[in-house]
């Protein structure tokens, strides 16, 4: 087997069983990728030695020999870890991995090393650069993780979301990013910055990856697809939906909905009152007040060597009144209360755009998450659905929204839209 | 000054400013009293050497002075950390302080040391007795914070609550306890163990210091105390509410609603239907399922170290489904927004049960939290009212609780009454 993503995990662990490939082989074959595309795409923070890798055994393994890129907030023992500060703060390693570590590696997943990941998962860039466009932004602050998986170099790898740093660099570099329910992997071990709406995610080639890793990391029933979509509700709406849209994301949601249709859901706007559209503003006082608490010892040892944006931001949240985040909070609740009627009553699930265009040139600025801020404060599950082209063919993803806890739900719909897409 | 609680914080730090008093002389009381004290009631991890103790410079600080104990499962730079496992995990000093013990110094505090904690802050007891009767236990998982406060060796103490480890306690050591909304105060740098209720608090003698620290940490106005209690609406329902209860609590709970009448509250019985009392089954489940996810590393780590009843939690989440989790979850979330529409319509506290009774006899076991677990499932703020005794004279304690978010309102209430009581 060759990377560049021809297996999913279960067709590899299938042949895996019949004894055609060794368990190492996977491992092996992202090493050589690394060693051709890592130069230039820079997705990596720490590359594990190829003498220290180990599968841990046990039984009912669903990652069994899966390579996975850790991203660079996650506690790790037997890596360092930089928080993507470029040096002025670093971990020879953690006493202890981040929960999902143990997870990953108690399910026979092999770490491949730790990804790049913007200044603490905020918005100062790190070096990765995007594998479909080397002059281009692969988008952050899970920058390493979507880039390495784009590239061919691991089939799997962890990403967090706070605003849009899961699906804009998925978006952008042209692989799945899912964002589950708020809450769903523990956050334990991994670096906090606003802890009402910290996320963990993963970014993989194929839809029935982000299956495994599902049931995997949650032990749910193992997620299939279904024989069409036929009575599937998908609502259309982008947050906000006030701004004039992009002709790429026009397109890759019209493409979107016409294939969803194809398969036999009925595809329709769905009417939000204007409160949802004032998200975006919301999620920035919530992520200003609880990030200048929650990095307040870091800001306090290490304020002079930050970031000009991340020193804004949390003189921003010192600068906003618990009664104003609170006054945020509460809105973004009956907006939650509410969504959770409109998910019963009318749609299964909300098409929306992920990103406002293709990656943008440059490395300086890690694009706009303006489309994810809402959904993210509303702590429901999203998916970045890789499946269109914009201007010079780079990738243009869209998002598939389900209610909180209704991530199964999500993924099922996924595949079978995937599949006849195909 | 001596200690034993005669100054509030803000007394101390009048007397301060009209330089009556050194700033460090709250400080010195406290080591005295630790002389005093800590061989019978054992309540420190760590003790701060006397040499290394420092004032963060500030203006405006409100805790500038006062000495204060973490919970040891909070990080320290400058102190080790055990997380309550007597030896078999110790960090001798974190990478960076947590984010709350940042915001402590800033405001001025001065470290004390680390109290004592149960094993990762569950059921696995620590070396800590209750300085009321030394016989007894001070409650857990915040042992040593609660016993700390209540023997006069610290005026304010980190808690933390993810079943009845604040409320708990407080009571069984007869102290203010404050667990405010779920999330309001950051837990990063502090070990998780169930994060979708794992709440920071603190312990203090007096309730005028309790409302300080609220608004050191938060930034919220400052909380003062109403004229009295005209118009006030309290609701009595203890969780659950199909037990038998203890004359003591029976008792502490009429004298507090006496009191409440007196102050020109109206009181009466709060009907909340019988899906409330089966949040204590659902805060088991998800305390099982999310444990076993979020102690995953120190599971496969030291699983051979750790205590009985911590094994068996973690192996019942191993084998609590996603599904059950959710459903208990969803469950939770129903009796949030009803609960909520019951405070908006009918009454503005609760007055409720803070444990079964008086603090049990002998050390092996930290007491029963079962009064706590659904407020702390429906991320209420709670705060224990030590305004009573049971049997022998020991505190027996109620706790007010309020919606989320209402912690200003519940406080203010809280510091009418107790000056009213006086």
New interface residues.
């Given amino acids: 087997m060759t990377e560049r993503g021809v297996d999913t995990i279960e067709a590899f662990q299938a042949r895996v069983a019949q004894e055609e490939s060794d368990i190492r082989t996977w491992w092996d074959a992202c090493q050589r990728q690394i060693q051709v595309h890592e130069a230039g795409v820079q997705a990596w923070e720490y590359l594990v030695p190829s003498t220290s890798t180990e599968i841990q055994s046990g039984s009912g393994q669903l990652l069994r020999g899966v390579p996975v890129g850790i991203k660079d907030i996650i506690d790790t023992t037997e890596m360092p870890t930089t928080w993507g500060t470029s040096g002025y703060?670093v971990?020879p390693g953690a006493?202890?991995?981040?929960?999902v570590?143990?997870?990953l590696k108690?399910q026979g997943a092999m770490l491949l090393g730790k990804t790049v990941s913007t200044e603490f998962a905020y918005f100062t860039p790190g070096k990765t650069r995007n594998p479909r466009d080397l002059s281009r932004t692969p988008g952050g602050s899970s920058s390493g993780s979507a880039a390495a998986v784009a590239a061919g170099m691991a089939p799997l790898a962890l990403g967090t979301q706070t605003a849009g740093s899961i699906i804009r660099p998925a978006s952008y570099c042209g692989v799945f990013g899912f964002k589950p329910t708020v809450?769903t992997?523990?956050?334990?071990?991994i670096?906090?910055f606003a802890?009402?709406m910290d996320t963990l995610g993963w970014f993989a080639r194929h839809i029935e990856d982000i299956c495994t890793v599902f049931t995997a990391l949650?032990?749910?029933?193992s997620i299939e697809a279904l024989p069409d979509l036929t009575g599937i509700r998908v609502g259309m709406r982008n947050l906000p939906g006030d701004r004039p849209l992009d002709p790429d994301v026009t397109q890759a949601l019209s493409l979107t909905a016409r294939c969803l249709e194809q398969a036999g859901a009925s595809v329709f706007a769905l009417p939000l009152d204007p409160r949802y559209d004032e998200l975006v503003k919301h999620h920035q006082v919530v992520l200003a007040y609880?990030s200048a608490?929650?990095?307040?010892?870091?800001f306090?040892?290490h304020g002079k060597d930050m970031g000009a944006k991340l020193v804004d931001l949390v003189e921003q949240g010192l600068a906003t009144?618990?009664?104003d985040y609170?006054s945020s909070?509460?809105l973004a609740e009956q907006c939650k209360?509410a969504l959770s009627k409109v998910f019963a009553d009318e749609v299964d699930v909300i098409l929306a755009a992920s990103a406002p265009g293709i990656a943008p040139q440059g490395l300086e600025s890690t694009g706009d998450p303006v489309y994810c801020r809402a959904w993210t404060l509303l702590g429901v599950p999203c998916l970045n659905l890789p499946l269109n082209k914009g201007q010079m063919g780079l990738p243009i993803g869209v998002q598939l929204v389900a209610d909180r806890?209704q991530d199964e739900r999500l993924l099922s719909i996924a595949r079978t839209l995937v599949a006849l897409a195909r």
Same sequence: chains 1, 2.
């Fill in positions: 703060l971990s006493i202890m991995d981040a929960a570590v143990t997870l108690r809450n992997i523990s956050f334990s071990g670096k906090a802890p009402s949650t032990r749910s029933d609880e608490q929650t990095l307040a010892s870091e306090q040892q009144s618990y009664a609170r909070l509460l209360q806890w």
